[in-house]
Structure formats: structure tokens, C-alpha cells
């Protein structure tokens, strides 16, 4: 009776130290804020919309090209997010900035701003305005819970510095910090995921 109880105990102990570590899990969502309907235009005078970007996931930050503080760091931190991507042969995402400076961010001034950065495959970005920034500030709060607010003191406009992930079906399901202490290798990981859970 002991024995078959120490063996019923070691195959249990077994099995869930082979579920923890075996197969491929779900990808986990830490938010569920649904993307509002919009219709922009990118860096070449494309229009991109929520529509457009169903069915692949993609990585979201709120920049401006005449920004003097944390855009220029974001978006290189993005550049090697893509890199790491490009390293696990990802394929189907996007990467999606929305200008928080729509005024001065023409399609033209988006593709000089991009052109600056090591990009490893531009067709992959969408750099967007064509909206007000009462528009964008609206938009940045309702779809991302995150500020976008005009700073009355100078040229520059006060947004917060997160990237967001984007599911296919147009939810964000998480955040991380897009500025100091990148998680590159987590996000990596998780658009791995999120493309394997969508297949």
C-alpha cells in the first residue's frame, strides 16, 4: 500500500512539473481596453484604421517629432524591440505610433522623423496623424488610459512613455514601459505568442 502510494505520489508530482514546463501556453492578458474606431494617415499618405490592422497584432506608443525628452529614446528602444522580432523570424505585427503633435506632424515630417533610426523594416511601421490633438488626446484616453495634454508653457506636449500591445481583434492586453527599463525580451516573447495563440 505504501509503495503504490510514494508512485501514485512521484507521477504526480511529475505530471505537474511536466505541465509547467511542457507546451505552449495562452498568452496571458493583463488588460482588456477595447482600441476606439479610427481612420489616420501614415508617414506615406496611406490610410491606416482599426479596420486595417485586424488580424495581427500590434506594438502602440504616443511620440511627436519635435519632441526634446523621452520620443527620440523611445522610438530608438523600438527600433531594437523590432530587431529582436526580426530575431525570431516574426512576421505578421505592425508598429504604430500616433503623434500627440498632429499641428506640426505632417506625413512628410513623420517619414524624415522615421528615416532617422535604424529601422530594420519600415513597411512594418505606421507613423500616423491627420486628426486635432483634441482628437488624439480623447483617443490616447479612452483607447489607452494614457495622457496626451498641450503644454502651455512651450512648444511641447506633455504623453505618457508606455508601449501597448494590441491584440488582432483590436484590444489592448498589456503595457510596459517604453522609456527607462525596456522589457525587450518579455515583449518579444509575448508578440511571439500572441501571433502563435491567433494562428
Request: neutral net charge; contains cysteine.
Amino acid at each position: 500500500m505504501k509503495k503504490r502510494w510514494i508512485i501514485a505520489s512521484l507521477f504526480l508530482v511529475l505530471s505537474v512539473l511536466l505541465s509547467a514546463c511542457g507546451g505552449s501556453e495562452k498568452f496571458k492578458a493583463e488588460t482588456d481596453w477595447k482600441v476606439q474606431d479610427f481612420n489616420y494617415t501614415n508617414q506615406n499618405g496611406d490610410k491606416v484604421s482599426l479596420e486595417s490592422l485586424k488580424g495581427k497584432p500590434w506594438l502602440a506608443m504616443f511620440i511627436f517629432t519635435n519632441c526634446t525628452s523621452i520620443c527620440p529614446p523611445m522610438t530608438r528602444n523600438m527600433t531594437d524591440i523590432q530587431k529582436s522580432f526580426e530575431k525570431k523570424g516574426l512576421k505578421d505585427y505592425k508598429i504604430v505610433g500616433f503623434s500627440v503633435d498632429p499641428d506640426t506632424d505632417t506625413p512628410a515630417r513623420l517619414k524624415k522623423y522615421i528615416g532617422q533610426y535604424p529601422v530594420a523594416d519600415d513597411s512594418k511601421w505606421d507613423l500616423l496623424t491627420g486628426y486635432s490633438q483634441d482628437d488624439i488626446a480623447q483617443f490616447a484616453l479612452k483607447s489607452f488610459k494614457t495622457l496626451v495634454k498641450d503644454d502651455p508653457n512651450s512648444n511641447q506636449v506633455i504623453h505618457g512613455s508606455s508601449f501597448f500591445l494590441v491584440n488582432q481583434d483590436g484590444i489592448v492586453v498589456k503595457s510596459y514601459s517604453g522609456y527607462k527599463d525596456v522589457p525587450y525580451d518579455t515583449i518579444a516573447v509575448d508578440m511571439e505568442t500572441i501571433i502563435e495563440d491567433g494562428k
